[in-house]
Nanobody, 123 residues
Framework: QVQLVESGGGLVQAGDSLRLSCVAS????????LGWFRQAPGKEREFASA????????ILADSVKGRFTISRDNAKNTVYLQMNNLKPEDTAVYYC????????????????WGQGTQVTVSS
């Protein structure tokens, strides 16, 4: 079991940047791979990015590739999502998620979720 706490969301203008953080806590012998999903009003939750904790290999959705970067700090048990050149279509609640298995783009495959943090991008 792992607990996830997100922070860093807010209201910004198009073209601005935000950095989201997700702190993982709890004791486990398993390796948790971490990812970010987002859900806009009236839409399904969609995959944004993920990282294999041991290797650092990253996966990004086509919609955010070139603008978003995922990274982790092993000592702090924290994963970051650096979001640059934000667009109105990025507006959503962003969720941090953890899985002990392989990374999947389907939300139902992930075991643990944070509470979400709101990102709003005005035009």
């Amino acid at each position: 079991q792992v607990q996830l706490v997100e922070s860093g969301g807010g209201l910004v203008q198009a073209g601005d940047s935000l950095r989201l953080s997700c702190v993982a806590s709890g004791r486990t012998t398993s390796t948790y791979n971490l990812g970010w999903f987002r859900q806009a009003p009236g839409k399904e939750r969609e995959f944004a990015s993920a990282i294999y904790w041991r290797s650092g290999v990253t996966i990004l959705a086509d919609s955010v590739k070139g603008r978003f970067t995922i990274s982790r700090d092993n000592a702090k048990n924290t994963v970051y999502l650096q979001m640059n050149n934000l667009k109105p279509e990025d507006t959503a609640v962003y969720y941090c998620a953890a899985t002990t298995g392989t990374i999947s783009k389907t939300p139902q495959s992930w075991r643990n979720w944070g509470q979400g943090t709101q990102v709003t991008v005005s035009s």
